[in-house]
């Protein structure tokens, strides 16, 4: 015990030194060890603070085989004597208290002699080793166990016995290594003060395996330790203790009582040296039931992982709600790796994602979660889309609260839902609203030029020679109100909205504007509707696209329509690309005019046959030319994919 005295004043001058360092630490601000960086929480005495029970401490009776003696809390304590070496002794302060045992009540005989200490945890820690230091001769025979299931099922760490064979049936590890039983640590001499060590790990697995690997925690963890004292064995030299061992203390108590030198078993120090179980991703513990998050100031190690690395649970055994893009792993121990949990993009619409296996086999291994529950009306694995009836807000990034709004569609001018569906519903990226024939805008909500009659049945093409007035249909004879648009020849076409500006109007020359608009006294056109899928079928046409009139040319034996390409839907012998191309309508030399109209500005579903030798687009009066709209292109990839082949 003197050494360990001494030890004792080393340690406290140490624990002075590092009391100081933390101090200056905190005040300068120190970054947490866990940045970065795999981190552990301290390491103490698991007993220190918690309650050690015994079989037969609770009276000082020996009732081992017979009944097991209650715990010391249900036992009222009036009905036992006072225990002067009650369990508590082994875990005091060893330095401050270091003439405190406990005394075991077993029997003196050989059929009484059992005892056993146990350690209840409320959770489970990790205990890396463990030290026993007796006051009595060290057990002949001694069992130690853990259970890391709360006391269902139990294991033996380490039998300590003379004799293995004799004792457990079991070789020694002196002529076994690694035999479950040992002969070291229990040899009757010293008679005070011999220790018993058990290491969870031999001391090569414990230098290299890494600490948070589940090999090492299958070792390491705990919820239970038991002590199973088996075989007491007397001192083989006179029983008062050695002089070294004795303080004015000691032989106070020995003097006063002599029954508890008679003690099979006394143990002054029982050392559980662990920690508690947070993979690496903590560097502190709470009280395993506290609400708040303070540290506690006691020498108890407690349970709950403080977590870093963006980790949850009581054991930071799990990914924070909003970082689950990879599966959570524990930090490497030996390389040192957080190997941190990694957060869900789900632009701000959204509390917590899951991990998708499917969605990161997926992604190549670089993210695998899924956002829960999106708000603000999106939807979408990254809450990046907006959900039906919904578009994004042009003005507003994707993590605005309010990126995704509402479709406004005029009742007038759109096709109405379709059943089932809960309002109305526009493309989720432009808001464009699925119109009525003849009808514009972004919600439906005026007539195309060169319609007139806003209504329930959409807008009527005028029947004039010019423009017509968009309410009455009344034609206009000058080309004032005209709607003929600056569409740069080959450049990009600006949003709908924006062409339909009038003040930013600009008059085309007359070569450029040919369309029908400007002819409509001599053409008759008798426009073919385009009632499904089916009727593109019907014919074959040579080739199938979206495109939008940029202008249309006199060429005086026939007439040449620039278009800009957007979509080839199919195509025949002339290979067609996206980009600027002409079409060549037939009607033009026959009639005068383009016909089917095709009005400078708009896009179209163009369909038609080619010209044999010289490859040339043609529109024809069996051509299709429809305005387009997402629905109708929809309507016909599908049927060019699955009807006609
Ligand atoms: C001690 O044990 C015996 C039998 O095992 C029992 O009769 C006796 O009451 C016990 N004494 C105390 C104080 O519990
Ligand atoms: C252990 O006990 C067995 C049987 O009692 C005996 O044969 C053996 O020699 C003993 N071993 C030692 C090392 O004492
Ligand atoms: C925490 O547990 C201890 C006993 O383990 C108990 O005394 C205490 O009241 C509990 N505290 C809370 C907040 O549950
Ligand atoms: C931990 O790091 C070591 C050394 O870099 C490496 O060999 C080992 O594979 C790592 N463990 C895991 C589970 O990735
Ligand atoms: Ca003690």
């Known amino acids: 015990m003197r050494e360990f005295s001494m030890l004792g004043k080393g340690r406290h001058r140490m624990l002075l030194a590092l009391c100081w360092l933390f101090l200056v630490l905190t005040r300068s601000g120190a970054v947490s060890r866990c940045v970065d960086h795999a981190c552990s929480p301290p390491i103490g005495n698991l007993a220190s603070g918690r309650t050690l029970l015994t079989h037969s401490s609770c009276c000082g009776n020996s009732s081992f085989h017979r009944s097991p003696c209650p715990y010391p809390t249900v036992t009222p304590h009036a009905l036992c004597p006072i225990d002067t070496h009650p369990p508590a002794h082994m875990t005091d302060d060893p330095f401050l208290h270091p003439d405190t045992w406990w005394a075991s009540g077993a029997g003196p005989t050989e059929q009484e002699q059992q005892d056993e200490i146990r350690l209840d945890?409320?959770?489970?820690?990790?205990?890396?080793?463990?030290?026993?230091v007796f006051r009595s001769p060290r057990p002949a025979a001694m069992a130690i166990d853990r259970s890391a299931d709360f006391g269902k099922t139990w294991e033996t760490l380490k039998l300590f016995a003379h004799n293995c064979s004799e004792e457990f049936g079991l070789p020694d590890d002196f002529t076994q290594p690694g035999s479950l039983c040992t002969s070291r640590y229990t040899s009757p001499t010293p008679c005070g003060g011999g220790e018993v060590i058990l290491r969870t790990l031999d001391p090569f697995s414990a230098k290299?395996?890494?600490?948070?690997?589940?090999?090492?925690?299958?070792?390491?963890?705990?919820?239970?330790?038991?002590?199973?004292?088996?075989?007491?064995?007397?001192?083989?030299?006179?029983?008062?203790?050695?002089?070294?061992?004795?303080?004015?203390?000691?032989?106070?108590?020995?003097?006063?009582?002599?029954?508890?030198?008679?003690?099979?078993?006394?143990?002054y120090t029982l050392l559980a040296r662990g920690t508690c179980l947070c993979h690496g991703h903590a560097e502190n513990c709470v009280a395993y039931n506290s609400s708040q998050d303070t540290r506690q100031d006691s020498n108890m190690v407690s349970g709950r992982c403080m977590c870093a690395h963006h980790t949850a649970g009581d054991h930071c055994e799990k990914c924070a709600p909003l970082y689950n893009d990879r599966s959570w792993r524990p930090a490497n121990g030996s390389s040192g790796e957080s190997n941190p949990c990694q957060k869900c993009q789900c632009h701000a619409h959204a509390e917590r994602c899951h991990f998708s296996p499917r969605a990161w086999l997926s992604s190549g291994g670089t993210s695998g979660g899924v956002c829960d529950d999106c708000r603000h009306n999106t939807v979408g694995r990254r809450c990046q889309r907006c959900r039906h009836g919904y578009h994004r807000h042009p003005s507003l990034p994707l993590n605005s609260p309010h990126a995704c709004t509402r479709c406004w569609c005029d009742p007038r001018g759109s096709l109405p839902t379709?059943?089932?569906e809960e309002g109305p519903w526009c493309h989720p990226r432009s808001g464009q609203c699925p119109c009525r024939p003849g009808v514009w805008g972004a919600s439906c909500s005026h007539c195309q030029p060169g319609h007139w009659g806003f209504?329930?049945?959409?807008?009527r093409p005028c029947a004039c020679p010019h423009s017509c007035d968009p309410i009455t249909g009344q034609c206009l004879d000058s080309y004032s109100n005209n709607q003929v648009f600056n569409v740069p020849i080959g450049g990009k076409i600006p949003d709908l909205d924006h062409m339909f500006t009038l003040e930013e109007e600009v008059q085309w020359s007359k070569e450029l504007a040919v369309s029908a608009l400007h002819y409509t006294g001599k053409c008759s056109c008798k426009e073919k509707k385009l009632r499904s899928a089916l009727d593109l079928c019907k014919t074959k046409h040579d080739y199938v696209i979206k495109a939008s009139v940029l202008s249309a040319h006199d060429k005086g034996s026939h007439a040449e329509v620039q278009v800009k390409v957007r979509k080839v839907l199919r195509s025949g012998h002339v290979?067609?690309?996206?980009?600027?191309?002409?079409?060549?309508?037939?009607?033009?030399?026959?009639?005068?005019?383009?016909?089917?109209?095709?009005?400078?500005?708009?896009?179209?579903?163009?369909?038609?046959?080619?010209?044999?030798?010289?490859?040339?687009?043609?529109?024809?009066?069996?051509?299709?030319?429809v305005p387009w709209t997402p629905r109708l292109g929809l309507l016909v990839s599908e049927g060019l994919r699955n009807g006609c082949t």
């Open 208 to 267: 290299t395996l890494d600490p948070y690997s589940p090999e090492a925690l299958a070792r390491l963890t705990l919820t239970n330790l038991r002590i199973r004292l088996l075989k007491a064995q007397s001192c083989p030299v006179p029983l008062h203790p050695p002089a070294a061992w004795t303080s004015p203390t000691d032989s106070a108590l020995t003097s006063t009582s002599s029954t508890e030198s008679a003690a099979p078993y006394a143990i």
């Open 418 to 420: 379709r059943p089932g």
């Open 455 to 459: 209504g329930e049945e959409g807008c």
């Open 575 to 625: 290979a067609l690309s996206l980009g600027t191309i002409s079409i060549y309508p037939l009607s033009w030399t026959s009639r005068g005019c383009t016909c089917p109209i095709l009005n400078p500005g708009m896009e179209y579903l163009l369909a038609g046959p080619e010209e044999a030798g010289t490859g040339r687009l043609l529109v024809t009066m069996q051509s299709v030319v």
């Open 121 to 132: 945890l409320e959770s489970h820690f990790c205990m890396s080793h463990m030290v026993l």
